[in-house]
């Protein structure tokens, strides 16, 4: 899948055309505006990548003027400001994302994965989500880890059907506070970890394979088959 | 107006100003009247005089030079008859007996000699006996019957017996209190009427500085960019709405100046910042040695440790200087609490703090969801980082009918004395906090952007106690329904 990256910061437009490249994208890069907007003419691109501080005009004038040419991909917006301009709220209700600088590589990556999603048909999510031998029904919201049923606190259990649905990728303590919690921003204390010690206590107990595995300093995983 | 507008007028400060003009006004036409009956009434009596005195003269010479015999009576009787029809400033012919003048000629003691005048004269003769006033002038005499006292002059003739004339003073009397009745009709007219006036001037007048009130606590509600009403005229209102117009465009230029500083601040440190962690981030994920990985991991929570700084510092500063930008939406307090708990009860319970909520139910305010959830978080992280194991921390939430009230209360070491009084300060920290000692500072200035309060105090039975107040919706509702009110009604008397 191809991706446009505008980002006038070289250093920051490196490594995130390297993890997407890593990721198995075709990324495809702009350092202003013009070229862009030149890019996005000539390619038909699955998703952008747009940084709001270009150094030739506003990323959000960019996209509407893309979007006025009729370029209907997907937009991940980066913005380097604090509080999220109105515009961008309003461009979020069209399917489109921000993440606000500095983010996590795998947040971009997760973000990047959702919006393509978004634009690609796909069969709907399945109320069965299997992840070596742990099950999850969720529309009874039933947990089992092979025979055992894994008595879980509804908190719990959306915490571990987020984690499934990503499994293998890795999930940062921001995604699971937006996704689990439905809050941006991030805690002073290691409230989320103690969530995942407490989940991994009831999932991956003595003598199993465990399962949510901890990636220091960037996240967690949970090891799919 | 309806009578329930009365009061409100009353209490107006048109109507004292009014008032008070009018009071003054009143006392002072008042006064200037007093003067002017004063030497009316003075120049009436000179004249009177002047015209007694000239006439007992005459009459004096004329009885004078009248031989005393049998006519004498008849002659200076005629003569007095004669002067008793021109009396000065006479009104009333109504009656055909005269008894606003009298002549008489007596001794000192014995019986009258001559009588011209209504009635037998016995009590004017016994009245003016009974005057001791120096006779040379005229002095007022009170005869028995008459309401109105006589102006009296006297001659003092050879033979030992004395001429008077009287005159009443009755038209006088008259005069002036026709004088004295139109003055107040007109002084009462004017005085309404000037009082009116004034009322309806300054009620105008004080009715432009309303407007601008409003408008001025409207601006300093929601938006700085708009403007007191711009006054036609150029007199002290005009002023005042012209200065406060430039206050604002300062104030607006500096709130401006302050989110430039703060979006470019944070736009500078967060491109290094990103690219430092991205780096960082692809370094690790590239697989390093195992002594290297963890100091590139404790590299990266330093970073997000400074991003969390920055952008809580900025927060603060925008929200101690009112910039901060709020997006609000009505938000059930009690679901947010306990939305917060259920993401806070692990990490208490494996601390061994014990927790409870009370609540009474949905607690409706108008605010921005995102920074409540972080002046939670930052209440619920320090008691997490400060509270000792095995203490009790206790949310309760209430509501009368403008404000929610959220306690958080414990039973640990309470506050440190010496810090207890700078709690929201910046930068103001326990000795024993790892902080960045923003937490509070940053909770007192999100809930006073809210319109809300925050107090901290230590329990008299031990610990802390946390007290966030914050209007509720029906409140804000209510405050923009009575602005509106407020509006319409002065739309209607301009």
Same mark, same amino acid.
């Given at each position: 899948?191809?991706?446009?990256? /505008?980002?006038?910061?070289?250093?920051?437009?490196?490594?995130?055309?390297?993890?997407?490249?890593?990721?198995?994208?075709?990324?495809?890069?702009?350092?202003?505006?013009?070229?862009?907007?030149?890019?996005?003419?000539?390619?038909?691109?699955?998703?952008?990548? /747009?940084?709001?501080?270009?150094?030739?005009?506003?990323?959000?004038?960019?996209?509407?003027?893309?979007?006025?040419?009729?370029?209907?991909?997907?937009?991940?917006?980066?913005?380097?400001?604090?509080?999220?301009?109105?515009?961008?709220?309003?461009?979020?209700?069209?399917?489109?994302?921000?993440?606000?600088?500095?983010?996590?590589?795998?947040?971009?990556?997760?973000?990047?994965?959702?919006?393509?999603?978004?634009?690609?048909?796909?069969?709907?999510?399945?109320?069965?989500?299997?992840?070596?031998?742990?099950?999850?029904?969720?529309?009874?919201?039933?947990?089992?880890?092979?025979?055992? /049923?894994?008595?879980?606190?509804?908190?719990?259990?959306?915490?571990?059907?987020?984690?499934?649905?990503?499994?293998?990728?890795?999930?940062?303590?921001?995604?699971?506070?937006?996704?689990?919690?439905?809050?941006?921003?991030?805690?002073?204390?290691?409230?989320?970890?103690?969530?995942?010690?407490?989940?991994?206590?009831?999932?991956?107990?003595?003598?199993?394979?465990?399962?949510?595995?901890?990636?220091?300093?960037?996240?967690?995983?949970?090891?799919?088959? | 107006?309806?009578?329930?507008?009365?009061?409100?007028?009353?209490?107006?400060?048109?109507?004292?100003?009014?008032?008070?003009?009018?009071?003054?006004?009143?006392?002072?036409?008042?006064?200037?009247?007093?003067?002017?009956?004063?030497?009316?009434?003075?120049?009436?009596?000179?004249?009177?005089?002047?015209?007694?005195?000239?006439?007992?003269?005459?009459?004096?010479?004329?009885?004078?030079?009248?031989?005393?015999?049998?006519?004498?009576?008849?002659?200076?009787?005629?003569?007095?008859?004669?002067?008793?029809?021109?009396?000065?400033?006479?009104?009333?012919?109504?009656?055909?007996?005269?008894?606003?003048?009298?002549?008489?000629?007596?001794?000192?003691?014995?019986?009258?000699?001559?009588?011209?005048?209504?009635?037998?004269?016995?009590?004017?003769?016994?009245?003016?006996?009974?005057?001791?006033?120096?006779?040379?002038?005229?002095?007022?005499?009170?005869?028995?019957?008459?309401?109105?006292?006589?102006?009296?002059?006297?001659?003092?003739?050879?033979?030992?017996?004395?001429?008077?004339?009287?005159?009443?003073?009755?038209?006088?009397?008259?005069?002036?209190?026709?004088?004295?009745?139109?003055?107040?009709?007109?002084?009462?007219?004017?005085?309404?009427?000037?009082?009116?006036?004034?009322?309806?001037?300054?009620?105008?007048?004080?009715?432009?500085?309303?407007?601008?009130?409003?408008?001025?606590?409207?601006?300093?509600?929601?938006?700085?960019?708009?403007?007191?009403?711009?006054?036609?005229?150029?007199?002290?209102?005009?002023?005042?709405?012209?200065?406060?117009?430039?206050?604002?465009?300062?104030?607006?230029?500096?709130?401006?100046?302050?989110?430039?500083?703060?979006?470019?601040?944070?736009?500078?440190?967060?491109?290094?910042?990103?690219?430092?962690?991205?780096?960082?981030?692809?370094?690790?994920?590239?697989?390093?040695?195992?002594?290297?990985?963890?100091?590139?991991?404790?590299?990266?929570?330093?970073?997000?440790?400074?991003?969390?700084?920055?952008?809580?510092?900025?927060?603060?500063?925008?929200?101690?200087?009112?910039?901060?930008?709020?997006?609000?939406?009505?938000?059930?307090?009690?679901?947010?609490?306990?939305?917060?708990?259920?993401?806070?009860?692990?990490?208490? !319970?494996?601390?061994?703090?014990?927790?409870?909520?009370?609540?009474?139910?949905?607690?409706?305010?108008?605010?921005?969801?995102?920074?409540?959830?972080?002046?939670?978080?930052?209440?619920?992280?320090?008691?997490?980082?400060?509270?000792?194991?095995?203490?009790?921390?206790?949310?309760?939430?209430?509501?009368? +009918?403008?404000?929610?009230?959220?306690?958080?209360?414990?039973?640990?070491?309470?506050?440190?004395?010496?810090? !207890?009084?700078?709690?929201?300060?910046?930068?103001?920290?326990?000795?024993?906090?790892?902080?960045?000692?923003?937490?509070?500072?940053?909770?007192?200035?999100?809930?006073?952007?809210?319109?809300?309060?925050?107090?901290?105090?230590?329990?008299?039975?031990?610990?802390?106690?946390?007290?966030?107040?914050?209007?509720?919706? +029906?409140?804000?509702?209510?405050?923009?329904?009575?602005?509106?009110?407020?509006?319409?009604? !002065?739309?209607?008397?301009?």
């Amino acid at each position: 899948m191809r991706i446009l990256l /505008v980002e006038d910061e070289l250093e920051i437009q490196s490594f995130v055309k390297q993890s997407l490249t890593g990721a198995g994208y075709d990324v495809h890069t702009a350092e202003d505006g013009a070229t862009a907007a030149l890019l996005a003419a000539k390619y038909v691109y699955h998703a952008m990548i /747009v940084d709001l501080g270009l150094p030739d005009q506003d990323g959000i004038d960019l996209i509407l003027q893309m979007r006025k040419a009729g370029v209907t991909s997907p937009v991940l917006i980066l913005s380097a400001r604090r509080s999220v301009d109105d515009r961008v709220k309003g461009l979020e209700l069209g399917g489109d994302d921000y993440l606000t600088k500095p983010f996590a590589i795998a947040e971009l990556l997760a973000r990047t994965r959702s919006l393509l999603r978004r634009n690609t048909p796909q069969a709907e999510d399945p109320s069965r989500l299997r992840v070596y031998d742990l099950e999850l029904d969720t529309l009874r919201r039933r947990a089992t880890r092979g025979d055992e /049923v894994l008595n879980l606190s509804p908190q719990e259990f959306v915490l571990l059907e987020y984690l499934c649905r990503n499994a293998g990728r890795v999930v940062t303590r921001s995604m699971l506070m937006t996704e689990v919690w439905g809050m941006r921003f991030q805690p002073d204390t290691n409230v989320v970890d103690v969530h995942i010690y407490r989940l991994r206590g009831k999932i991956d107990t003595e003598g199993r394979e465990p399962l949510i595995k901890t990636l220091r300093g960037i996240g967690y995983v949970l090891e799919g088959s | 107006m309806s009578s329930k507008a009365a009061n409100p007028i009353m209490r107006s400060a048109a109507w004292r100003i009014s008032l008070w003009a009018s009071l003054a006004f009143a006392i002072g036409t008042m006064l200037v009247f007093a003067m002017l009956h004063r030497f009316v009434a003075s120049d009436l009596q000179r004249r009177s005089d002047a015209w007694l005195s000239g006439e007992v003269g005459v009459l004096s010479d004329v009885a004078a030079r009248t031989p005393k015999d049998r006519l004498y009576g008849r002659v200076v009787g005629e003569v007095a008859e004669l002067a008793s029809r021109e009396v000065p400033y006479r009104e009333q012919a109504s009656t055909t007996e005269n008894d606003a003048v009298f002549f008489l000629q007596a001794g000192d003691n014995g019986p009258l000699r001559l009588w011209v005048g209504y009635g037998d004269g016995a009590a004017n003769l016994a009245a003016i006996r009974s005057t001791q006033a120096s006779h040379d002038v005229p002095f007022d005499v009170r005869v028995q019957g008459f309401r109105i006292p006589f102006r009296v002059a006297s001659v003092r003739m050879n033979d030992g017996s004395n001429i008077y004339l009287g005159l009443s003073e009755r038209d006088e009397v008259h005069v002036l209190r026709k004088l004295r009745v139109r003055f107040l009709t007109l002084w009462v007219v004017i005085v309404l009427l000037g009082f009116i006036i004034v009322f309806f001037a300054t009620r105008r007048m004080l009715g432009r500085v309303t407007e601008i009130t409003e408008a001025a606590s409207r601006i300093g509600q929601s938006d700085l960019s708009s403007r007191v009403p711009d006054t036609k005229g150029k007199d002290e209102i005009g002023h005042l709405a012209d200065t406060l117009n430039h206050m604002l465009d300062r104030i607006e230029s500096t709130v401006h100046q302050l989110h430039t500083i703060t979006d470019s601040l944070a736009h500078d440190l967060r491109s290094p910042l990103t690219a430092v962690r991205g780096k960082l981030e692809t370094a690790l994920a590239g697989g390093v040695i195992e002594d290297h990985a963890e100091s590139i991991v404790s590299a990266i929570d330093e970073l997000d440790r400074l991003t969390e700084f920055l952008n809580t510092s900025l927060d603060v500063a925008e929200a101690q200087a009112d910039a901060l930008r709020l997006s609000r939406t009505e938000v059930d307090l009690d679901a947010l609490v306990r939305d917060m708990i259920d993401l806070y009860e692990p990490s208490m !319970s494996n601390k061994g703090l014990g927790f409870q909520m009370k609540s009474a139910g949905a607690i409706k305010i108008m605010a921005d969801p995102g920074l409540l959830h972080r002046v939670i978080a930052n209440l619920l992280d320090n008691e997490l980082k400060h509270l000792p194991a095995s203490c009790l921390v206790c949310i309760s939430l209430e509501a009368d +009918e403008h404000m929610a009230t959220l306690t958080l209360e414990d039973n640990g070491p309470g506050f440190d004395a010496e810090i !207890s009084r700078h709690l929201f300060e910046r930068r103001v920290k326990g000795r024993a906090s790892r902080g960045h000692g923003l937490g509070l500072a940053f909770v007192e200035a999100v809930v006073r952007v809210h319109g809300g309060s925050v107090t901290a105090a230590n329990r008299r039975e031990g610990g802390a106690r946390l007290t966030v107040m914050l209007p509720l919706c +029906e409140a804000e509702r209510q405050n923009e329904s009575d602005l509106l009110a407020l509006a319409n009604a !002065s739309d209607s008397q301009g």
